[in-house]
């Protein structure tokens, strides 16, 4: 019933941007907080970025904060993630959440990689 769906990953080298795309079907992004989260091989996933639906506040993890900006296109239902100045530390698989109370409604994830 809702899905979601990541693009915008690849390979870049460090320095560069990217920007990751999130399509949502089933439920509207302007309704949920979204977030992108970020998994590295052999590590715990992490909050990378989060848009709270109440104030739309935006919140960043200490180590993207001041290079990722998050942000909602409601008219096309997709939450984006700005990714600059990126490092080879943010070699990972990224992922689009959302949901109200906590994420349950997960995408299948888009890989990015930042070479050195």
């Known amino acids: 019933q809702v899905h979601l769906v990541e693009s915008g990953g690849g390979l870049v080298q460090a320095g560069g941007s990217l920007r990751l795309s999130c399509t949502a079907s089933?439920?509207?992004?302007?309704?949920?907080?979204m977030a992108w989260f970020r998994q590295a091989p052999g590590q715990e996933r992490e909050l990378v970025a989060e848009t709270i639906r109440w104030n739309g506040e935006s919140t960043y993890a200490n180590s993207v904060k001041g290079r990722f900006t998050i942000s909602r296109d409601n008219a096309k239902n997709t939450v984006n993630l700005q990714m600059n100045a990126l490092k080879p530390e943010d070699t990972a698989v990224y992922y689009c959440a959302m949901g109200t109370a906590s994420y349950n409604i997960w995408g299948q994830g888009t890989q990015v990689t930042v070479s050195s």
């Open positions: 089933g439920r509207t992004v302007s309704s949920n907080n």
